[in-house]
């Protein structure tokens, strides 16, 4: 009819309400320091790192349909060139947090080159594969403690920007400041993280990329470089994954090669975020990681039971909810928190 325009949107009545939600648990989370104990302030350290590192994998697997076993390579690299660099180099590690990123990208180049070759679970075991190349690698490393680590120098952690700030600010000891610090680095991460691959995920690379996922063919077929996008996908993937690695054991202070390359705390406890959480969405790593945290604050001192109950809900879930927990919400209400999709709307 005469005088109808169309736009394409993307927003819900929910994502709207979300939007304002979340500003508000920003703010909260924001000046959270400000009246919680240092042990709630580590706990939710730990969440923001985990939700971070389960995003950038969702963004490999759920949407690239890169599903790597190895992310532990590029953790346990990004955190020891934040180490070398502090300790070779003079850098504050506030700062080193770039050259972790920095340097997880140019791993992941040369990783990229040799697990494209291969396909399905041939890439997992490749990236696997390469994990540990690293990590034996890095173990003969003299300078920075070989295989037993070091820990992050004194006059470093002094050093650190903000800390004195914080000491002043909060009227605290050092120790409690850069948990202060650690926790509002998290925090900006998380936040970074969740917002520039919403952004992504709604630009015009984002639809090539879920088109990729659907089906390669059909996307190849109207004009999408797959290669061009897996390649952009990993070095993302990998930059990222390589601040958290270096946050998480700057906030820890110490390192070795277990510890840094861990395929259980870096990447199995990932994937089971992912996998619970919904695949493929970015609101399914956010519940993932409240299920798994809870999980481990109750069964922590089960030892193997632990282990077994996370692996029994995993695969419950693998079974009866195959999109996971919020794959099994959305599809039951129609909710999305985070809409990618485009609809055409009509305006008088």
């Known amino acids: 009819m005469a005088g109808q325009t169309y736009t394409v949107s ?61 992310q532990q390579a590029f953790v346990g690299f990004g955190a020891y060139m934040l180490f070398g660099g502090a300790i070779l180099w003079g850098v504050n590690p506030v700062a080193g947090l770039l050259l972790s990123g920095v340097f997880a990208l140019i791993l992941a180049i040369p990783t990229a080159f040799f697990a494209f070759r291969l396909q399905g679970a041939y890439f997992a075991i490749g990236t696997w594969v390469v994990a540990e190349v690293v990590r034996l690698s890095v173990a003969q490393w003299k300078a920075v403690g070989g295989g037993t680590g070091t820990s992050l120098p004194r006059d470093a952690r002094d050093a650190m920007w903000g800390v004195e700030w914080i000491e002043a600010a909060f009227d605290t000891r050092s120790s409690a400041a850069r948990d202060i610090l650690a926790y509002w680095l ?146 039951r209400t129609g909710i999305q928190l985070f809409p990618i999709r485009r609809r055409l709307e009509r305006r008088e």
């Open 186 to 331: 998290a925090l900006a991460l998380a936040v970074a993280t969740i917002g520039g691959i919403y952004w992504f995920l709604r630009t015009k690379r984002g639809l090539a990329l879920a088109a990729l996922r659907d089906n390669v063919d059909a996307a190849r077929s109207v004009g999408v470089d797959s290669a061009r996008m897996k390649w952009v996908v990993f070095l993302v993937a990998a930059f990222g994954t390589g601040i958290a690695g270096g946050l998480i054991f700057l906030q820890n202070g110490r390192i070795s090669p277990d510890s840094a390359f861990s395929v259980i705390d870096w990447t199995a406890f990932v994937i089971f975020i992912v996998v619970i959480g919904g695949i493929g969405t970015i609101e399914g790593p956010i519940i993932g990681v409240l299920v798994f945290f809870a999980l481990q604050t109750l069964l922590a001192d089960f030892g193997a039971w632990y282990l077994m109950v996370l692996g029994g809900l995993g695969i419950a879930v693998m079974l009866f909810a195959p999109g996971g927990l919020w794959g099994l919400v959305s599809g």
């Open 10 to 70: 993307t927003r819900t009545a929910a994502s709207q309400i979300a939007a304002v939600v979340a500003l508000v648990l920003l703010v909260v989370a924001i000046a959270l320091p400000a009246f919680a104990s240092r042990s709630l302030i580590q706990d939710m350290f730990f969440i923001l790192t985990m939700l971070t590192l389960a995003q950038f994998w969702n963004l490999l697997a759920g949407y690239g349909g890169l599903v790597s076993v190895g």
